[in-house]
């Protein structure tokens, strides 16, 4: 089947960096999104990886690797507004996205 | 940018209601829309796909006579939920985008609560 897997809660501190990983097995592979969603907001795109490699994006950044089916979202220089959930989707051969639970991420001062 | 808007954002009504959705794409053409259902602290549920002059396409659950969907032209689609009950209560969001391997953009959301 296909699956999406990514940690439950994060915690970091303001200033610090985290990286949220992300997990993916899908029938066939058309890219990798993610999106922030605030409590109780819609999602917003932060970004796409379709090739290998490390996509930077100011203080966001997202890294692929096809081959093991793996992806994380780095943050930098985190603010409190960066407390959120963190959404990844793999999109599959189909072209539908598969969506994972969700990465709480809390951030402390 | 893509915006896409959606209305109303919060409903309030007794059960047995029915109650319509609506997602617009302002300024573009969308001819697959997405209804999403997030109930709290959960991820995500895709509900059903929208396609611009044929029937949705429904997830495995979903009762399609229950959740009745709409998408009359390229930049509109509609989700009625039929003789809403308090289990219906949820947070609903659509979403759209102009190719698949493009980011989806998300309406606001609706906050729907059935007493």
């Known amino acids: 089947g296909q699956n999406i897997d990514q940690p439950t809660e994060m915690t970091a501190t303001e200033g610090a960096i985290v990286q949220i990983n992300c997990t993916y097995q899908?029938?066939?592979?058309?890219?990798l999104f993610w999106y922030q969603q605030h409590a109780g907001e819609a999602p917003t795109f932060l970004s796409y990886n379709v090739l290998d490699g490390l996509e930077e994006k100011g203080r966001f950044s997202s890294f692929l690797s096809r081959s093991k089916g793996y992806s994380y979202l780095l943050l930098k220089e985190l603010q409190m507004k960066d407390s959120a959930s963190y959404l990844c989707a793999a999109l599959d051969s189909n072209y539908q996205l598969i969506w994972g639970a969700g990465t709480k991420l809390i951030i402390k001062p | 940018g893509a915006v896409v808007s959606q209305h109303p954002s919060w409903v309030i009504c007794k059960s047995g209601t029915s109650v319509k959705i609506e997602c617009r794409s302002l300024?573009?053409?969308?001819?697959?829309m997405f209804w999403y259902r997030q109930f709290p602290k959960q991820s995500l549920m895709l509900m059903a796909t929208?396609?611009?002059?044929?029937?949705?396409?429904?997830e495995q659950g979903v009762e399609k006579d229950k959740f009745l969907i709409n998408h009359a032209s390229l930049t509109l689609s509609t989700l009625t939920v039929t003789s809403a009950h308090p289990e219906d209560s949820s947070f609903y969001i659509c979403?759209?985008?102009?190719?698949?391997?493009?980011?989806?953009?998300f309406g606001d959301g609706t906050r729907l609560s059935i007493l």
């Open positions: 979403s759209a985008g102009t190719e698949p391997y493009q980011p989806q953009h």
């Open positions: 929208s396609n611009e002059g044929s029937k949705a396409t429904y």
């Open positions: 300024d573009f053409q969308a001819t697959t």
């Open positions: 899908t029938s066939g592979f058309n890219g």
